[in-house]
T-cell receptor, first 113, second 111 residues
Framework: EAGVAQSPRYKIIEKRQSVAFWCNPI?????LYWYQQILGQGPKLLIQ????????DSQLPKDRFSAERLKGVDSTLKIQPAKLEDSAVYLC???????????FGPGTRLLVL | GDSVTQMEGPVTLSEEAFLTINCTYT??????LFWYVQYPGEGLQLLLK?????DKGSNKGFEATYRKETTSFHLEKGSVQVSDSAVYFC??????????FGKGTRLHILP
């Protein structure tokens, strides 16, 4: 079974630039999550989708971050404009609807200079 | 609010040593508890979980018991291997399948 796919794996940008990350969840997983993992900390949930609807985006900095999952399958997370403190690993995870166990992708490591 | 506290690392052990990584939690409801592992260069993987008090989760020689009376979920392994070197995250899940993670504990196993 194919796992959660993410791209790119690494990205280096300058502050005030924009960046986008892509995630393709495991086939059949209705729920998709984006997490931010700052160095030395645990992952923090940014946004949770159920199919193409947003379940929770309370921790998403909406002035600069946006995410969409238009067809209820793959998803993109965008940062515009990026700040130095956005340097982190961005993790995508997916699960069956109502299932506690989440499956994580390898993450995208972002460095903002 | 709900939270997870785990012992700070790094933890360095010799191969075949006994491992304990402490984890305690605070939750208003009745959470499920998890240990996730992150091997170098890879994403997080579920290691084990327990969904109710006194449940024991186990996998790959690792064990953890859900202790409601002490609000703990300590990870143990009787004999660690070099391949166990990774970062271990304790986590809990409350309503709406949200997971709250601890800060992680880096484990180094020396041959």
């Amino acid at each position: 079974e194919a796992g959660v796919a993410q791209s790119p794996r690494y990205k280096i940008i300058e502050k005030r630039q924009s960046v986008a990350f892509w995630c393709n969840p495991i086939s059949g997983h209705a729920t998709l999550y984006w997490y931010q993992q700052i160095l030395g900390q645990g992952p923090k949930l940014l946004i949770q989708f159920q199919n193409n609807g947003v379940v929770d985006d309370s921790q998403l900095p909406k002035d600069r971050f946006s995410a969409e999952r238009l067809k209820g399958v793959d998803s993109t997370l965008k940062i515009q404009p990026a700040k130095l403190e956005d340097s982190a690993v961005y993790l995508c995870a997916s699960s069956f609807a109502g299932e506690e166990t989440q499956y994580f992708g390898p993450g995208t490591r972002l460095l903002v200079l | 609010g709900d939270s997870v506290t785990q012992m700070e690392g790094p933890v360095t052990l010799s191969e075949e040593a006994f491992l304990t990584i402490n984890c305690t939690y605070t939750a208003t409801g009745y959470p499920s508890l998890f240990w996730y592992v992150q091997y170098p260069g890879e994403g997080l993987q579920l290691l084990l979980k327990a969904t109710k008090a006194d449940d024991k989760g186990s996998n790959k020689g690792f064990e953890a018991t859900y202790r409601k009376e002490t609000t703990s979920f300590h990870l143990e392994k009787g004999s660690v291997q070099v391949s166990d070197s990774a970062v271990y995250f304790c986590a809990l899940s409350v309503e709406d399948d949200k997971i709250i993670f601890g800060k992680g504990t880096r484990l180094h196993i020396l041959p």
